[in-house]
T-cell receptor
Framework: GENVEQHPSTLSVQEGDSAVIKCTYS??????FPWYKQELGKRPQLIID?????GEKKDQRIAVTLNKTAKHFSLHITETQPEDSAVYFC???????????FGKGTRLSVIA | ETGVTQTPRHLVMGMTNKKSLKCEQH?????MYWYKQSAKKPLELMFV???????ENNSVPSRFSPECPNSSHLFLHLHTLQPEDSALYLC?????????????FGPGTRLLVL
């Protein structure tokens, strides 16, 4: 089955700097890669996703890149703000009824 | 914030108790999920229901028993749990289980087993 590895497990950046979180997956048939943000004490919420027919997707300060050949995808947050502090989860999903498989999460701290 | 609701939000139970977690989705979705979230572990999928039929069961111990009476409601019945079952239990829903779609999560039930 699918296996998703996420790095780093914790990340601290200064406000205004960029943050990058990387994930690798094992199943070459995976074709959907969402990213979720979970603030302290709150539920995970989708912030951006990418499908396998696209190499990059951007939404304001957030971007995701996908390298299907290398089987890795990354989340990029630019101009970080204190409210970006949260745990970020990547996930990968194969075709058909295969479920989403999540990474272990990255705790991002943005220091003002 | 009211799309997927869960009750109770917090639960403390002994190992001999029986309790149930409830999830309700108001999004008109066809698929519902139970996840377990423990510290320093990835979200673990426990059960998937599609149109009230269980389509995924990730070898979860029998002390966890799901029930899906209709497409809007999902329960997780708990009995004779172990301390290692203490975790945040998250419910989620999506339009269909197999499509590339967003899953919407509930706020979770934080469970402590003594």
């Amino acid at each position: 089955g699918e296996n998703v590895e996420q790095h780093p497990s914790t990340l601290s950046v200064q406000e205004g700097d960029s943050a990058v979180i990387k994930c690798t997956y094992s199943d070459s048939a995976s074709n959907y890669f969402p990213w979720y943000k979970q603030e302290l004490g709150k539920r995970p919420q989708l912030i951006i996703d990418i499908r396998s027919n696209v190499g990059e997707k951007k939404d304001q300060r957030i971007a995701v890149t996908l390298n299907k050949t290398a089987k890795h995808f990354s989340l990029h947050i630019t101009e970080t703000q204190p409210e970006d502090s949260a745990v970020y989860f990547c996930a990968a999903k194969g075709s058909g009824n295969t479920p989403l498989v999540f990474g272990k999460g990255t705790r991002l701290s943005v220091i003002a | 914030e009211t799309g997927v609701t869960q009750t109770p939000r917090h639960l403390v139970m002994g190992m001999t108790n029986k309790k149930s977690l409830k999830c309700e989705q108001h999004l008109g979705h066809n698929a519902m999920y139970w996840y377990k979230q423990s510290a320093k572990k990835p979200l673990e999928l426990m059960f998937v229901y599609s149109l009230e039929e269980r389509v995924e069961n990730n070898s979860v111990p029998s002390r966890f028993s799901p029930e899906c009476p209709n497409s809007s409601h999902l329960f997780l019945h708990l009995h004779t749990l172990q301390p290692e079952d203490s975790a945040l239990y998250l419910c989620a829903s999506s339009q269909n289980p197999g499509a590339q779609e967003t899953q919407y999560f509930g706020p979770g039930t934080r469970l402590l087993v003594l």
